[in-house]
């Protein structure tokens, strides 16, 4: 959510900004700005709505021409309306100052009284404008020392941008708790939240860390932290321009679940030890003792996430006989939570920059737990935060809804329950079953996703309908949860996961014949049980869509739609149980006529509370 693109160099940098933003548009945003410095002199333009459609033609005779430095950002509103006014850049009162900031500043109301009882004058809403109007305080012609005193009066987060009239063709910027970049070309300097928006021009860059400042024209760069002058190290972004376009494919979100066969292989590559009939990883700090030490797990996710970490908690305990515990990590961090010692905490985010999930991650090392990250953005505050863990390798998710990366988080948690099973009941047997099984999901995806088009049919049935229920038991609970989130992301229909027993208690008053229940029951050792629940939603006229397992006939007796999946084992089948969800919500998104890829209200990267 926001995003922020900053340049300076020989280029004319109105169009280089908005096509940065339009790279950042999958963060999600409701209105957007630019301000560009041309020699000493600040000027500004700001929209509500989206960027697609704008063309560099639209902003002349609003914007300088000549300009070489200036900054963007798109915005999701927090504080004040999505208007104009409340839009990005900032400024103070002699518009000598602009600021373009992701976060949220929680004592804002403060400064603010503070800042207008000295006569400032405030034109929007914002907590962001405090900001711009401190700065003007503080600044006495050095705005990196101005910088570093408005830092030590801010509460709350912040990822932040700043371009001054003294200082034509200067950026500067500051972070704490919100990802800010520093993109190094040749005789030209980028800074932006997200790597998408500057991989197209350069593939150096320095990831600052809470409380840096950085301070850039075109040749030279200076960072430094609230004490002085830091060295960062110069890292290579790997990352595949063409991973950001969508291809053929009419959405990101379609393109991501297409993409699953490759994004499960990049999670399983080099992780497979079948001399050890058990998995391995590469960015575990933790020692074989330490690792069979381990009496209990906390995992710590939001969203889609925390559905992963509800299979990985099955997983845990199936293979490897470990208790493990589940927090929305928005809660973790407000109690007074207990753990005890040999408690690994493993915190999953798919960005890498939940505000909820990092926060949660900080307390839990704070109370010197052992913490472990799983994300799929390298480079990211999680992943920087905790210093050890594993990355996805699922590249690119830029469709606001998870898929891909939903996926691969619950196969990086089956390896993870596998090494640990390994280590304390599992046999050699069961390993090299769990690697073959694992080494033929990619397959068992093309072939569920060669179905698509089934979907497509169900879709055109029930998408006019206003309410949905998902259901499942055991390891597809977790799927009914993800499915039901799905629909309600991109196609604003109500859904309701459920396990299935628990439609008796209450919920199964909701039903008739207007309301679709979708049933996700592969074989296993409790589908008797589901086939009675769906008996009791038959017996009131209910419309059911069943996931099931080929050949599984006695379902489909029952089903008035039902769609097919290949056999594997039980714990990996939520994977191939999920693909047909996604699409059946992205087929009702797209008959309903909403944006799939960038849904009302949401965000990609949750980076305030």
Not at 288 to 316: D, P, R
Not at 474 to 495: D, F, T, W
Not at 591 to 608: E, F, H, I, Q, Y
């Amino acid at each position: 959510m926001c995003g922020i693109v900053g340049y300076t160099g020989g280029r004319k940098v109105n169009g280089l900004l908005l096509e940065g933003l339009k790279c950042l548009e999958y963060r999600g945003y409701d209105s957007w700005g630019l301000v560009v410095s041309d020699d000493t002199e600040l000027a500004a333009v700001k929209r509500v709505g989206k960027i697609s459609g704008i063309g560099i033609d639209s902003l002349v005779g609003e914007l300088p021409d000549t300009a070489h430095a200036g900054l963007g950002h798109t915005r999701w509103a927090t504080h004040g309306a999505p208007n104009v006014v409340n839009a990005h850049p900032h400024f103070d009162c002699h518009d000598r100052i602009a600021v373009v900031h992701n976060g949220i500043i929680e004592n804002y109301l403060p400064l603010k009284r503070e800042l207008a009882g000295r006569g400032h004058r405030f034109r929007s809403e914002t907590d962001t404008e405090v900001i711009a109007h401190l700065l003007e305080e503080y600044y006495e012609g050095d705005m990196t020392a101005a910088l570093r005193q408005v830092m030590t009066r801010l509460v709350g987060t912040f990822g932040l941008a700043v371009v001054c009239s003294e200082h034509p063709g200067m950026l500067f910027g500051a972070r704490r708790g919100s990802p800010l970049i520093v993109g190094v070309g040749h005789n030209e300097m980028f800074l932006a939240s997200d790597v998408s928006a500057i991989v197209a021009h350069t593939r150096q860059v320095i990831y600052l860390d809470d409380n840096e400042l950085v301070a850039m024209n075109p040749t030279a760069f200076s960072t430094s932290d609230l004490e002085g002058i830091v060295q960062k190290k110069i890292e290579e972004v790997t990352l595949d321009v063409m991973s950001w376009s969508k291809g053929d494919h009419a959405h990101f979100m379609l393109k991501e679940i297409m993409e699953q066969p490759e994004s499960l292989c990049n999670a399983f590559r080099g992780r497979l030890d079948y001399q050890q009939a058990s998995a391995k990883f590469g960015g575990l700090n933790l020692t074989f003792s330490e690792l069979q030490g381990i009496q209990q797990i906390k995992i710590l996710a939001c969203g889609t996430s925390w559905h992963s970490a509800l299979l990985g908690k099955y997983l845990f305990e199936d293979l490897a006989g470990i208790w493990t515990d589940i927090e929305y990590a928005s809660e973790f961090r407000y109690r007074n939570f207990v753990l005890p010692p040999k408690t690994l905490v493993i915190a999953i985010s798919q960005s890498g920059e939940t505000a909820d999930t990092l926060a949660a991650v900080r307390e839990a090392k704070q109370k010197g737990a052992a913490v472990l990250g799983i994300c799929n953005v390298v480079g990211s505050s999680i992943a920087r935060e905790c210093g050890q863990g594993i990355y996805l390798h699922a590249g690119p998710e830029i469709g606001v809804a998870s898929t891909k990366a939903f996926t691969s988080q619950v196969l990086v948690l089956t390896l993870l329950a596998l090494l640990l099973g390994r280590q304390r009941r599992l046999s050699r047997r069961q390993g090299l079953v769990t690697l073959s099984a694992i080494e033929s999901l990619p397959d068992l995806v093309h072939r569920t996703l060669n179905q698509a088009s089934r979907l497509e049919e169900i879709a055109q049935q029930t998408y006019q309908r206003a309410n949905f229920l998902y259901i499942g038991r055991g390891y597809h609970y977790p799927v009914a949860l993800e499915g039901a989130l799905k629909l309600k992301e991109i196609s604003y229909v109500h859904a309701e996961g459920l396990p299935a027993a628990e439609l008796k208690h209450g919920p199964i008053a909701l039903i008739d014949e207007q309301m679709p229940t979708v049933v996700v029951a592969p074989e296993g050792p409790i589908l008797d049980k589901v086939k009675s629940n769906v008996e009791e939603i038959r017996a009131r006229e209910g419309q059911i869509i069943s996931i099931v397992t080929e050949a599984q006939g006695e379902m489909e007796e029952v089903s008035d739609f039902t769609f097919s999946i290949p056999r594997t084992t039980e714990y990996l089948t939520p994977i191939l149980a999920v693909i047909p969800l996604q699409l059946l919500a992205y087929h009702i998104a797209v008959l309903r006529g909403c944006d799939v890829d960038k849904p009302r209200n949401l965000a990609k990267s949750v980076t305030v509370e």
